[in-house]
T-cell receptor
Framework: NAGVTQTPKFQVLKTGQSMTLQCAQDMNHEYMSWYRQDPGMGLRLIHYSVGAGITDQGEVPNGYNVSRSTTEDFPLRLLSAAPSQTSVYFCASSSGSQPQHFGDGTRLSIL | DAKTTQPNSMESNEEEPVHLPCNHS???????IHWYRQLPSQGPEYVIH???SNVNNRMASLAIAEDRKSSTLILHRATLRDAAVYYC????????FGAGTRLTVKP
């Protein structure tokens, strides 16, 4: 099992550009989530999904879109990148009450 | 929304026990309490979780208050490798974490 795979690992964008952060899991987990972690700060929930076709907003959803067309994939889209979105983004998946499995993160810088 | 609070930082001496507290003011009856830790430049790593009863595993123990409004992560003998930021949270499918406690372990 690869677990939770995030791509890319690093990305630099210009203000106003759009991009999609990819997240895939091979554990057949129904729950998937996206978090952002600003330098020196904690984890904040952006969006989450409880199954294919179902998504919901977390604590900081503005400026991001998600979709969940399959159980395995949960991409995060930045619509128009802003410097305030410079952060490390973590994807996580879980099943039932079991612990979350986190990816290695995507380090995103927006100039 | 889940409201979880933790102290910003704590210190411990090596080989001594550490008790890391967390308050879960909005926890509901079916929410599990989870603890993770994060080393520099790494993703969060699972430590322990539980519902009502105290829990033990090879890494730590979790003590859960009777009303479940608070929990305590217990590291029985802190080592230098335990220095990390520790996060608590609850809910299952939309886990929201506290701001984290930075644990410093002194040799």
């Amino acid at each position: 099992n690869a677990g939770v795979t995030q791509t890319p690992k690093f990305q630099v964008l210009k203000t106003g550009q759009s991009m999609t952060l990819q997240c895939a899991q091979d554990m057949n987990h129904e729950y998937m989530s996206w978090y952002r972690q600003d330098p020196g700060m904690g984890l904040r929930l952006i969006h989450y999904s409880v199954g294919a076709g179902i998504t919901d907003q977390g604590e900081v959803p503005n400026g991001y879109n998600v979709s969940r067309s399959t159980t395995e994939d949960f991409p995060l889209r930045l619509l128009s990148a802003a410097p305030s979105q410079t952060s490390v983004y973590f994807c996580a998946s879980s099943s039932g009450s079991q612990p979350q499995h986190f990816g290695d993160g995507t380090r995103l810088s927006i100039l | 929304d889940a409201k979880t609070t933790q102290p910003n930082s704590m210190e411990s001496n090596e080989e001594e026990p550490v008790h890391l507290p967390c308050n879960h003011s909005t926890i509901s009856g079916t929410d599990y309490i989870h603890w993770y830790r994060q080393l520099p430049s790494q993703g969060p790593e699972y430590v322990i979780h539980g519902l009502t009863s105290n829990v033990n595993n090879r890494m730590a123990s979790l003590a859960i208050a009777e009303d479940r409004k608070s929990s305590t992560l217990i590291l029985h003998r802190a080592t230098l490798r335990d220095a990390a930021v520790y996060y608590c949270g609850h809910n299952n499918n939309d886990m929201r974490f506290g701001a984290g406690t930075r644990l410093t372990v002194k040799p």
